[in-house]
């Protein structure tokens, strides 16, 4: 039969000889083999103790940035929400009342900002269509639970703490969330 | 008091009633902590880590998985035979058990001014009743696949029941030319023989080789485990049982390799003798009962050593075909027993004869 390929091999299958049908010898080969891996170093990483470090580009849970001065970044220009393919974000924009400079960094902010975790595929585009520098990727997971309301993130759960009224909190977050 | 009472010896009795608790509970918790080794052996053999969250080391593993056990749901078939689905699994358990019978696990206390021997009976057909129970052995796998009422089930009951049968004729074979050797077949004169490093595998090697394929087999384990090949007969004649009924299944096997190896320790390795040391000697030394602990405790690291080589052997071995295994037992082993015993027997008369044909 002509084969189909230029690299096809045939196989050999020549009977076995005394030395290999007695079957002991090969045995003893492959338990050495066995004995030498239990001196082998382990790859196992003790998970919850112990996390490997993620890559650089890694991409996860959202978070929603502050100022130095620590008013919130967004404007809700919603241009994260027309830039996400998985239409995970949805916001309500609201127009700063006098006496919220200190909240807010523009005349304009998100009063409702909403990611479905379960929908979000983490591809980051959210991020670089930020003309504000206001939503970020950090480097944790989103946690697990048991609602699937409980996965869309409000607010309250990406806003990074307030680093003027919160310092302790804003600097936690900042060491959990990896980089910012 | 009674006088019939008077006549039983009630320090014997109690005696022995106490070492077979000791050696019951002992068996128990080896096979316990077998699962916990195998675990961590096969762990160890693939580069992983084994079980470690549970206690130090994960040494309350085999607690655990137990607890797991008995919590589950325990399912009976409603078309399987109820006595007999029942019976399966203790009847397992039981022949495991009782193997330990014989095995000399050290000499002789002396306590209370008695010498209190470290064998529940010194019966003088001590193999032929390891045989005997061994063989029973089978009727655990044959009733629990049969009562199951399940296909597979019953075919692996049935390998199952063909492979223990047939190693049994070789394994036979192996220890006659051994008997041959020893003229007894009381296992604490087979380990009174062995005394000063005339260990019999030095003697046997062929034998013991033997009996070592074939223990492998008797106690279903890989490279013949065809009875509850996971990968094509699900869980084999197991496979409707749920519950602490599998955990006994399992536990059996678990303790059959702890007796089985323990019987080749005694038959072939000394038993309980201390190697390179003259117990005889170390008796007037340090006194009897310190020379028993340590002859205990070298039986001991001697099933260890034959447990691991279970273990190392069942992590390396890929399970032998049906009909490999069946050529193995009949075409090879029991030719070459055959072969081991007229060798055996031809020095045997050589020697007699002071060496002259």
């Known amino acids: 039969m002509q084969s189909l390929t230029s690299r096809s091999k045939t196989v050999e299958r020549k009977p076995m000889t005394m030395w290999e049908r007695m079957y002991l010898p090969a045995i003893a080969k492959g338990m050495a083999i066995t004995f030498g891996h239990m001196f082998h170093k382990r790859p196992t990483v003790n998970y919850p103790e112990k996390t490997r470090p993620f890559s650089p580009v890694f991409r996860g849970l959202h978070v929603l940035n502050r100022d130095e001065e620590g008013r919130e970044r967004c404007t809700a220009c919603g241009l994260c929400a027309v830039a996400c393919p998985a239409e995970a974000i949805t916001m309500e924009g609201a127009e700063r009342l006098p006496g919220e400079e200190k909240l807010y960094r523009e005349e304009k902010y998100a009063a409702k900002y909403e990611i479905n975790m379960l929908r979000c595929i983490f591809c980051g585009l959210c991020e670089e269509a930020c003309p504000k520098d206001a939503i970020y990727l950090s480097e944790t997971f989103t946690p697990s639970n048991y609602t699937r309301k409980s996965f869309i993130y409000g607010k309250e759960n990406l806003l990074i703490p307030n680093p003027v009224t919160q310092p302790d909190e804003y600097a936690k977050a900042r060491e959990d969330r990896g980089k910012v | ?357």
């Open chain 2, 1 to 357: 008091m009674h006088p019939m009472l008077l006549a039983i010896e009630w320090a014997l009795l109690i005696e022995k009633a106490v070492l077979i608790l000791i050696i019951i509970s002992l068996s128990l918790l080896i096979a316990m902590y077998e699962t916990y080794a195998e675990r961590k052996v096969a762990a160890f053999m693939q580069d992983r880590r084994g079980p470690s969250r549970a206690g130090p080391f994960g040494l309350l593993q085999p607690l655990a998985d137990g607890l797991k056990l008995f919590m589950k749901e325990e399912i009976i078939p409603a078309s399987s035979n109820r006595l007999l689905f029942v019976l399966g699994p203790g009847l397992a358990m039981l022949t495991a058990m009782m193997t330990s019978a014989v095995v000399p696990w050290s000499s002789h206390f002396e306590l209370f001014g008695r010498t209190i021997s470290m064998q529940i009976a010194d019966i003088n057909i001590g193999i032929l009743y390891i045989f005997g129970v061994v063989s029973m052995g089978v009727y655990g796998v044959m009733i629990g696949g049969w009562a199951s009422n399940n296909k597979f089930s019953l075919l692996a009951a049935i390998r199952g029941a063909s492979q223990i049968i047939s190693y049994e004729l070789a394994m036979g074979l192996a220890i006659i030319a051994l008997l041959m050797i020893t003229g007894s077949l009381s296992l604490k004169t087979i380990v009174a023989q062995q005394q000063l490093g005339h260990y019999y595998i030095l003697y046997q090697p062929l034998g013991f080789l033997i009996f070592l394929v074939c223990a492998f087999a008797e106690c279903n384990r890989t490279p013949f485990d065809l009875s509850e090949a996971d990968s094509e007969l699900n869980m084999g004649f197991h496979l409707e049982y749920s519950s602490m009924k599998l955990g006994f299944y399992l536990f059996s096997e678990y303790i059959n390799v702890f007796i089985s190896s323990a019987v080749m320790a005694t038959l072939y390795f000394g038993g309980f003798d201390i190697p390179f040391v003259n117990d005889a000697e170390l008796v007037h030394r340090i006194g009897q009962n310190p020379v028993a602990i340590l002859q205990a405790v070298s039986l001991f690291l001697k099933v260890v050593c034959f447990i691991f080589f279970f273990m190392w052997v069942r992590w390396t071995i890929p399970r032998f075909r049906y009909d490999q295994l069946m050529d193995l037992g009949w075409k090879v082993l029991i030719p070459l027993s055959l072969l081991n015993m007229l060798a055996t027997g031809f020095i045997i008369l050589l020697r007699q004869n002071h060496w002259h044909f």
